[in-house]
């Protein structure tokens, strides 16, 4: 089957959260499968230069958006066998320093830049040969896909057209512009209303995928659930709710390849579930890293996010305080970046702290790496979570998650209370600095008793959360897909 993806970031080029790993890694399960699989993203700033097999397509476009006439090429990159990426390249679009935004503002021309790169998914999907049978889109970046697909469709009786899929991966971005942006699409006034992109007067690109795709999915069964109700849903929960039986979860993959802990050239030290001692090694190696006492009796708790609310480093910070203050003996490390509140937050709690917690602000994916590695327990207590990607790489690396019961870190955790022989992880309902204390605190337990640890951690290791797997249940929607439309 022929399958199209389009993103706004696909790992290795580009990332700024799970959406770039989600896309990345299933394009090429996919492929693996045998399937033929294209995916369209935009080309940001130097990925050309990253990546020596990235050549021009030979393919310009010349496209109306709104008022201005715009033309542009592609590049490509044949991955590998049945896998091919390609980038869309607008310099004047695309080559700044973020990717959504700088400086935490969002680019102002949002909704241009991302209804180009759907008018030239459109035109890709037209110019494929042959035609795609599923466009897979994701997120509100991708939101107008559907749309374009679907006006292509009904108005101008293209007959073979591409069934759409929309993944939400995260419902609390929606892409909201002023309506007068409407005019970007150019498709007639008549088609902005309650049942495409029109929202309380708004346009919303994610609307128009959740309105007219030919079906949805999120990235984990709880979180498809959670996402009906008003405390989920986003304001949107009720057009959910009309396509509740359309709307799948399945939960995202691992791409072992890159997070393994016995072939990884980013981490200093190898081990595996049966040979532990290489992770204790990993463990002093980031405490000599991040300037903590080499101490390998106190339990390591780590913590690799966007600063956000909805991970809930609020939560995070309030119990750490409080069980430091009780005299619980641990380290803990943060790396991520985000709300400058946090920030300095997190900054002036660790100068206060410097023997028990290290905060690095910024990304960096190679110490993501030494952190999950080197830690003993990882922290998410997340507000809501679609899926979660780090408690999965956690668990493979032996490192205990402790977790908020929600979305896909529920679908994914093990609990003592679920079942005592195969639990993985520890996990906790409230959101509150409160329950994530008491959390730790039996984390604190698990730690002082070695017999316990070992099962955790054997528990975690095993269980198998890899793409192949889940990239089955994506063929099988697929062909759900082509049955129906
Ligand atoms: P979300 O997409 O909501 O941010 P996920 O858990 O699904 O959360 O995915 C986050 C991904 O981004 C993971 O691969 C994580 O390791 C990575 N990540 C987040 N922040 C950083 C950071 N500061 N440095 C390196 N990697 C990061």
Redesign the pocket.
């Known amino acids: 089957m022929r399958i199209l993806q389009v993103a706004s970031e696909v790992h290795p080029y580009s990332?700024t959260?799970?959406?770039a790993?989600m896309v990345g890694a299933l394009s090429r399960a996919l492929a693996r499968k045998g399937h033929s699989v294209d995916v369209v993203t935009p080309a940001y700033r130097g990925v050309a230069g990253r990546f020596s097999g990235i050549r021009p397509a030979d393919w310009r476009f010349g496209l109306w958006l709104g008022s201005e006439w715009m033309t542009g090429e592609l590049l490509r990159h044949d991955v590998e066998p049945g896998l091919t990426v390609w980038f869309l390249d607008y310099p004047r679009f695309f080559d700044r320093v973020g990717i959504y935004n700088e400086n935490q503002v969002d680019y102002p021309d949002n909704a241009a830049r991302f209804a180009l790169l759907g008018k030239v998914a459109l035109l890709l999907a037209r110019y494929l040969e042959p035609t795609p049978a599923v466009v897979h889109c994701h997120d509100w970046q991708a939101g107008l896909v559907p749309l374009f697909i679907h006006h292509a469709r009904v108005v101008e009786g293209w007959g073979s057209a591409p069934s759409t899929l929309f993944t939400i991966h995260?419902l609390a971005y929606q892409g909201w512009f002023p309506a007068p942006q409407w005019g970007l699409t150019n498709l007639p006034l008549s088609w902005f209303h309650r049942d495409s992109a029109e929202s309380h007067g708004q346009f919303n690109f994610l609307k128009a995928g959740l309105k007219l795709a030919d079906a949805l999915s999120t990235v984990s069964p709880r979180y498809s659930r959670e996402i009906c109700t008003p405390e989920f849903g986003c304001g949107l929960e009720i057009e959910l709710l009309r396509r509740e039986y359309e709307l799948t979860g399945i939960l995202n993959g691992v791409d072992y390849e890159e997070w393994n802990t016995t072939s990884n050239p980013a981490l200093p030290f190898p081990y595996s579930a049966g040979a532990l001692e290489g992770k204790a090694s990993n463990k002093e190696a980031l405490q000599r890293e991040l300037g903590l006492p080499l101490e390998p009796d106190l339990p390591l708790f780590a913590n690799?996010?966007?600063l956000t609310g909805q991970k809930g480093m609020d939560i995070q910070l309030a119990a750490l305080r409080q069980l430091l203050s009780e005299g619980a003996r641990f380290q803990f490390i943060l790396?991520?970046?985000g709300d400058p509140v946090l920030e300095t937050a997190y900054k002036e709690w660790a100068q206060q702290n410097k023997k028990r917690v290290a905060v690095r602000l910024?990304?960096?994916?190679g110490l993501?790496q030494r952190i999950e590695a080197g830690a003993d327990f990882y922290l998410m207590p997340s507000r809501f979570e679609p899926?979660?990607?780090?408690q999965l790489?956690s668990l493979r690396y032996g490192t205990i998650p402790i977790v908020r019961a929600t979305g896909g870190l529920d679908d994914s955790v093990v609990d003592v209370r679920e079942n005592p022989d195969a639990a993985t992880g520890i996990k906790f309902d409230e959101a509150s600095g409160a329950a994530l204390a008491h959390a730790i605190r039996k984390a604190l337990a698990v730690f002082s008793e070695p017999s316990l640890l070992a099962q955790f951690r054997r528990n975690a290791m095993h269980a198998d959360f890899s793409w192949e797997r889940q990239a089955s249940e994506y063929v099988s929607l697929y062909e759900h897909l082509l049955h129906e439309t």
Do not use: E, H
């Open positions: 990332k959260g799970g959406l790993d995260n690799i996010s966007r790396l991520g970046s910024g990304f960096d994916s993501a899926c979660g990607l780090n790489y």
